[in-house]
C-alpha cells in the first residue's frame, strides 16, 4: 500500500505532467513583490484575456519571480514541444499580441524575448540560451531553486519538484541524531551574517529535556533594501516550511 506521501506526490506528478508534458502550453507570469510593483498583475490578466479570446489551449499561472528583476514584468511560454522562451519588461498591450503569435502562429516574437530554454535553439534567432547569460550562468541555485518556475502557492508543484522528500525521509527514516549530523555533514549554515553553522546550533538543543521546545523563524531585515529572507517567503514559501 502507498504511503499518504506517496499518493500526495502521485497527485504532484500527474499536475505537473499536465503543465509541462501535455497538449497544453504554459504561459507563467513573474510575481513577487518586484514583478508586481512594475506591472505583473495587468499582464497576467491580459494573459488569461488572451488565452480566452484567441481559444488557444494553454494554461496560465502566476509564479514565483525569477530574480531578474530588472526585466520584470517577465512572461514566459512553454510550449508542448518543450521550448520555453522568456520575455522581459512586458507591458499588458503587448500580451494578445504575444500570445496571438507564439501560442496560435508557433512565431516567437525573438525581438521582444531576452532568452530560450529547451529544445536546440532553432527558430529563437539570436536569442541565448538562458543558462548561459552572464546573471545567470554563475548562479548555484539552491534556496532559491524554483524561483521562477513554480507556483508558491500550489503545494502540488513545489513536491512535484522534490518538495517534502527530505522532510518525509526525516521523519520516518531517521533519528533526530542522524539528522543533526546529517546537517552538520552538509555544512549548512546561517543566513544572518555570520555563517553559524545550523547544525552544531542544533546540537545544543537537542538533549534539552524541556517537554515543549519552539523554533523561530527570524526573518526581519534590518539592513537598508535587504531582501533575501523576504524573498524566499514570497516565493518558495514551502522551502522554508519544510527547513522548519
Known amino acids: 500500500m502507498p504511503t499518504q506521501f506517496e499518493e500526495l506526490q502521485a497527485r504532484a506528478n500527474k499536475r505537473w505532467a499536465e503543465l509541462t508534458e501535455g497538449d497544453s502550453a504554459w504561459i507563467r507570469v513573474g510575481g513577487g ?3 508586481q510593483a512594475a506591472g505583473a498583475d495587468a499582464v497576467f490578466d491580459a494573459a488569461k484575456s488572451a488565452v480566452e479570446s484567441t481559444g488557444v489551449n494553454a494554461n496560465v499561472s502566476m509564479v514565483s519571480a525569477m530574480g531578474l528583476m530588472y526585466l520584470e514584468p517577465q512572461l514566459d511560454i512553454l510550449m508542448p514541444n518543450g521550448s520555453r522562451v522568456f520575455y522581459g519588461n512586458v507591458e499588458s498591450h503587448e500580451v494578445a499580441d504575444i500570445v496571438e ?5 508557433g512565431e516567437p516574437l525573438t525581438e521582444r524575448a531576452f532568452a530560450y530554454s529547451g529544445g536546440d535553439g532553432s527558430g529563437f534567432g539570436n536569442l541565448p540560451e538562458l ?7 554563475l548562479q548555484q541555485r539552491i534556496a532559491t531553486r524554483n524561483f521562477g518556475d513554480t507556483d ?3 503545494l502540488l508543484q513545489y513536491v512535484a519538484n522534490g518538495g517534502y522528500t527530505a522532510l518525509n525521509r526525516a521523519l520516518t527514516e531517521m ?3 542522524e539528522i543533526v549530523d546529517e546537517v552538520k555533514a552538509a555544512g549548512l549554515r546561517g543566513r544572518g551574517g555570520a555563517a553559524f553553522p545550523a547544525g552544531v546550533k542544533w546540537s545544543f538543543l537537542a538533549p534539552s529535556k524541556a517537554p515543549v521546545k519552539y523554533v523561530l523563524c ?6 537598508p533594501g535587504a531582501f533575501n529572507d523576504k524573498g524566499i517567503i514570497e516565493n518558495d514559501p514551502h522551502t522554508l516550511i519544510e527547513g522548519l
Open 175 to 177: 533519528t533526530p541524531e
Open 152 to 154: 508558491p502557492h500550489d
Open 33 to 35: 513583490t518586484s514583478g
Open 218 to 223: 527570524n526573518c526581519e531585515e534590518g539592513d
Open 131 to 137: 543558462k548561459s547569460m552572464p546573471t545567470v550562468a
Open 101 to 105: 503569435h507564439h501560442v496560435q502562429n
